[in-house]
């Protein structure tokens, strides 16, 4: 991970561009893949997504 962001400092215009793509492939595949397992909600109606290791709240 290290070396990968010290290559995307290095020409940081097209690493952004490419890093935003693949950040919006990443929410929408794992987006769709919770979809259709998504439970019926917690206690206070939000869901949990995983995203690259972290783990955010929806709702």
């Given at each position: 991970?290290?070396?990968w962001w010290t290559q995307a400092q290095l020409n940081f215009k097209t690493s952004s561009i490419f890093?935003?793509?693949l950040l919006n492939l990443c929410i929408s595949f794992d987006f769709i893949s919770k979809l259709s397992f998504l439970p019926n909600g917690e206690s206070n109606g939000s869901s949990e997504y995983s995203l690259l290791g972290h783990s955010f709240a929806i709702g």
């Open positions: 991970m290290l070396v890093s935003l793509h």
